[in-house]
C-alpha cells in the first residue's frame, strides 16, 4: 500500500512537472502581443473561475474562511502575483528554456527555508547533496553565453531568480496553514492573486501611455489561445496538484517538480520549436535524475 501511494505521489511530481514546463513557452506565445500585466490578470481569473467550480463541484467547502486569512494574502503575493508578472515581463527578453531552467532553482529555496524555519523539514547531508546535484544538473543545461549576452541579461535572470524565491516562500507557508485544505487554499489565494492583479492594472496602464482599448486590440488569436491553456492547465490544473502534494509530503517534496522542469521545457521546445536534443541536455537530465534519487532517500 506505501508502495502504491509512492507511486501515486511521484507520478503526480512527474505530471506537475511536465505541465509546468509547458508554461514557459505558452508564456513565451502569450508576451508576443499580450503585455505581461494583461497576461498575469488574465492567467490568474482564468484559474480563479477553474478552482472554485472544481470546488464547489468536488466538495462542499467555503472558499473563503477567517482562519489565516493573511497567510492567504502572502501566498497569494508571493506565489502568484509577484512572480506570474516578474516571469511573464522577463520572457520578453530571454529564452523560455533559460526561464525554466532558473526557475529549477526554486528547491535549492525551498530546502533552506524550510530547514531554518521553526516548523519546517529539517535537512540531512543525503538532501543537501541531492538539491547539489539538482542544481548541477541544471546548469548542465546551460549554453553559457558571452559577455555581452551576460551583461545584457544579467538583471532579467536575477528577476527570474527572485521569482524562484518567491515561490520556495509561497510553497513553506502553504504547509504552516493546518486549518483549510489544499483546495481551499490554492482556491483563495488565485483569487486574492486575481484581485491584486486587477487593482493595479489602471496604474500600469497610465504608466504605459496607452489605452486599454489599444491594447486589447492588438492581442492575437495565438496569444489569446496560450494564455488560455496558461490559465486552465499550467496554472489552476497545477496548482491543484502542487498544494495537494505540499499537503501531503511537505514543500520539500513538492518543490522537486522544478528540477525537471528544465528538461521538459528543453522537450517542448524540441517539440514545437524543432529544437535539438544534445548530448548536453541527456548528462544534465542525468545528474537531475540522481539528485532526486538522494533527496528522496534522504527525507525516507
Not at 536575477?158 to 516562500?169: G, K, T
Amino acid at each position: 500500500m506505501k508502495k502504491k501511494t509512492q507511486i501515486i505521489d511521484y507520478t503526480g511530481l512527474f505530471f506537475l512537472s511536465a505541465i509546468w514546463g509547458s508554461s514557459f513557452l505558452f508564456i513565451k506565445l502569450s508576451v508576443d502581443t499580450m503585455p505581461p500585466y494583461i497576461l498575469t490578470f488574465f492567467r490568474l481569473l482564468i484559474a480563479s473561475i477553474v478552482l472554485s467550480i472544481f470546488l464547489k463541484l468536488s466538495s462542499k467547502q467555503q472558499i473563503f474562511e477567517k482562519q489565516d486569512l493573511w497567510k492567504m494574502f502572502f501566498i497569494a503575493l508571493v506565489g502568484n502575483f509577484i512572480p506570474f508578472n516578474l516571469i511573464s515581463w522577463g520572457e520578453l527578453y530571454v529564452d523560455s528554456v533559460v526561464a525554466s531552467t532558473l526557475i529549477g532553482t526554486m528547491p535549492l529555496f525551498t530546502c533552506i527555508i524550510s530547514h531554518f524555519s521553526l516548523t519546517g523539514e529539517k535537512a540531512n547531508f543525503s538532501v543537501f547533496f541531492g538539491l547539489f546535484l539538482g542544481f548541477l544538473g541544471m546548469i548542465a543545461l546551460f549554453e553559457f553565453p558571452n559577455t555581452e549576452f551576460l551583461s545584457r541579461n544579467n538583471f532579467v535572470n536575477l528577476i527570474i531568480l527572485f521569482s524562484a524565491f518567491c515561490y520556495a516562500l509561497s510553497a513553506n507557508c502553504v504547509k504552516s496553514v493546518r486549518t483549510l485544505s489544499s483546495l481551499q487554499i490554492a482556491t483563495s489565494s488565485t483569487i486574492y492573486a486575481t484581485i491584486l492583479s486587477f487593482v493595479s492594472l489602471p496604474f500600469i496602464i497610465s504608466s504605459q501611455n496607452n489605452s486599454i482599448h489599444n491594447i486589447l486590440i492588438s492581442i492575437s488569436l495565438k496569444s489569446l489561445f496560450a494564455s488560455l491553456v496558461l490559465g486552465v492547465f499550467c496554472t489552476a490544473t497545477a496548482i491543484i496538484v502542487f498544494f495537494y502534494l505540499i499537503k501531503k509530503k511537505g514543500a520539500v517534496f513538492a518543490s522537486q517538480s522544478n528540477f525537471l522542469i528544465p528538461c521538459f521545457g528543453i522537450l517542448w521546445s524540441y517539440l514545437f520549436l524543432n529544437e535539438d536534443i544534445n548530448n548536453q541536455i541527456i548528462v544534465g537530465l542525468t545528474i537531475i535524475l540522481f539528485g532526486l534519487y538522494f533527496v528522496h532517500r534522504g527525507r525516507n
